[in-house]
């Protein structure tokens, strides 16, 4: 997401409520470019990538690596990201996962918010106004009057000064601004399943239901929690077992129970090769027992 970058959902993966998903699956991180920690200037004459173009290029990474598919996870801006690859490559995805996504273009005044902070990381880096922006944009509205989240707080202003080049998060966040609306090719283009999962204090929060009612209700479901803004940081226990409930939907990770532990123990007999195979056997991604459809493939001319 704009502010942030791949460390926090490594940190996300981290947590207790992920262990049993982290150990039975390969986390494939994406780092947007200048936005990794310590990253230098990016020449201010190159052209910064699109929202598209971010989306579609994430398919040479899977090239690159020799990865023939892959289930998205991606945040706030990453899960439009993330929702655009799916739409482009749809035989290359298992499904999405994405957490308070966004599909219109940017409003009127989200248009005049981006401005003022786009000219002040660009001028003068972070300060107290960016920062007020970027916590909003994370942790929704009602943040500051919950006391609770305070220590969530300035970890996450600490973070933003030390891991975030105020001058790249400017392309970035001028990059999000300028995004395209994709909500009426949502329900045609994005054909693998899809699981929204937002806060009922996310600052974006309308336009996450405006994305969900654009979808395809056969494939999309989304997960509201209350009094949150930020579900990885203040819900992970939730945002985990949903993910984990997809998954298993999807035919993955089927011998863990609610909480990531082993539902279960003994063999299953599949039908594929009428073998008996262990659990862990089990829980390791198969293809095969997806049936994937070229119908949709999009050209990469």
């Not at 998903?21 to 004459?45: E, K, M």
């Not at 970035?172 to 395209?180: D, G, K, L, S, W």
């Not at 579900?231 to 089927?254: H, K, R």
Request: hydrophobic share 35%; aromatic share 6%.
């Amino acid at each position: 997401d704009i502010g942030a970058n791949h460390l926090s959902i490594v940190e996300f993966t981290k947590h207790v409520a992920m262990q049993g998903i982290t150990n039975r699956a390969v986390f494939l991180h994406v780092s947007i470019p200048g936005q990794d920690p310590g990253a230098q200037d990016l020449n201010p004459d190159a052209k910064f990538p699109t929202m598209q173009a971010l989306g579609e290029c994430l398919v040479n990474v899977l090239d690159k690596l020799e990865i023939k598919y892959a289930l998205g996870l991606g945040v706030g801006a990453g899960s439009n990201i993330i929702a655009r690859f799916g739409m482009k490559h749809p035989t290359r995805v298992l499904g999405t996962i994405l957490i308070h996504p966004t599909s219109t273009s940017a409003g009127m005044m989200e248009h005049v918010r981006d401005q003022i902070i786009n000219w002040k990381l660009d001028s003068v880096g972070h300060n107290p106004s960016a920062e007020h922006y970027l916590v909003f944009h994370k942790f929704g509205y009602h943040v500051e009057k919950a006391k609770d989240k305070m220590k969530a707080l300035e970890e996450y202003k600490e973070r933003l000064h030390d891991e975030i080049n105020p001058r790249n998060l400017r392309m970035y966040v001028e990059a999000f601004m300028n995004r395209t609306d994709i909500s009426q090719k949502l329900s045609s283009e994005l054909v693998c399943d899809v699981l929204i999962i937002t806060g009922s204090k996310s600052s974006f929060l309308h336009s996450v239901e405006t994305m969900y009612t654009h979808c395809n209700p056969a494939k999309c479901s989304i997960l509201r929690i209350d009094d949150v803004g930020d579900v990885l940081d203040e819900a992970p226990e939730n945002a985990s077992q949903s993910i984990l409930l997809f998954c298993q939907g999807l035919g993955y990770l089927t011998s863990l129970g609610i909480g990531g532990n082993r539902s279960r123990s003994g063999s299953i007999n599949t039908p594929e090769k009428h073998l008996n195979v262990s659990m862990q056997e089990y829980d390791k991604p198969n293809v095969k027992r997806l049936s994937l459809s070229a119908r949709g493939e999009h050209s990469d001319n």
